[in-house]
């Protein structure tokens, strides 16, 4: 195996599956006692390294705030109303939620944004906290060695010991997943805490067809389809199945209007609530990549999906038959854009195929390099001080794929501070219908791919669902 094919198979592993795996939401069977209250004291550096692999703490007063009183509550009603839990709010468009064995509670930005109620978010905290009071998640830590070969590999391909320490840190709770048996333990716990703190024990079944419906969204399937890949942005994925379960459960505690979801008070502390990537880490627009801070643009071929890895942006054809890494690289003394293009592999360039151009202005080296399963195209741009890497990988048998690594590379471009300055964080804003607004007209103030559904699966709207006059709604805008 060559070094390309290498990097390419690694990307299409951190494409699909290099993220938090978190826990699935099953309900079911009947808890164990659990152990002694966890309390958070002292430095944690697992905590820090965490935080930090997740984008920072994210600021958000008002609703962390609301969350640590959510959680207060959850917790009273729980065995161990002793407990001590510590919040954070992560700076992630991911959605998920995760705790560590000490009493951390983790929850992302992205999660906060699609639930639609108090009850919901509590459904999900309350699913956490189970975990930890069942000391599920000490069980963790016999996981962690698996982690290791990931580094190495990393280490290997990228020669980056700062990316392989990274993707250490964050991948050891990548391969944490809960077994069925504890998922079922930690349910059945939940939507009794949820009940028994006063909320909607229905909650869960309502964020869970959220997520079912975002998953589909983001996989391109039909609304609230099933079956498909998992969203890089839902850690936690679900099925009809588990909303089915989940509603069974909350039927058997009592009927639907037991206990209160707030959802206004819920919508005015997540009104403002920043959306997707950081223009200055970059963001992806449909095929597009932009980055503010370091003003350079590029867009994939169509069709494709692209992920704005922490290091690098990948991106795949729908059938994976083609795929991208665009990263920026630090050459050596001395080292021109044609020796970049060499040092990407370890063995040699085809000779004869290493190209010097320009793209937009931009000086460039281009190569080719052959494998058994795969070719590549590799580029080297020079952007100001920076250098930039494009490799496209492809089929022996794809005519196409030189056309579409051409066109790709055409369209890599600096951007001008003029226009970086545009690239605006998108926000949740909460809206209140008119009379006479529809789906549609909430929906075209959405500054977002595919509106229209976007706006209904954040809202938990379905495609007959009608606006109501007076009721508040959540839109992406800048």
Known sequence: MTRASTIVRLAALAATGLGLAGCNMIFGSEPRTPPAAPTVTGVDTEHEQLVASFGGAYSAPQTQALIEEMTRKLVAA???PDARYRLTILD???????ALPTGRLYVTR??????????????????EIAHVTLAHAAARTELEARSVLVSRVVSDVLRDQRASASIRETSRFDFASFSRAQELEADAVSVRTLAGAGFDPFGAARFLTALDRWVALESGLPDGGDGGPPSRLATHPSTPERVSEARNAARRIGAPGLGTDDRDIYLAAVDGIAWGE???DGLVRGSRYVNA??????????GFTLDNASRAVLGASPDGERRLMFDAVEPGDGQSLADVVRATWTDAVETGTVEETTINGLPA??????GDAWHFRVAAVQAGEAVYRLIFAFRPSDPG???????TLSSVRAISETEATTLTRLRVRVITASPGDTLETLAARMQTDKPVETFRTLNGLFEHTRIEAGRRYKIVTG
């Open 78 to 80: 729980t065995e161990r």
């Open 365 to 370: 080296a281009v190569a080719s390099s052959r």
């Open 278 to 280: 950081d223009p200055r």
């Open 110 to 127: 992205g999660l906060i944004a699609l639930a639609n109620d108090k009850s919901e978010l509590a459904a999900v905290m309350a699913h």
């Open 92 to 98: 992630s468009p991911a959605i998920n939620a995760f």
């Open 293 to 302: 801070r370091l003003r350079i643009a590029f867009s994939a071929p169509d």
């Open 401 to 407: 794929a030189e056309a579409a690594f051409r066109a």
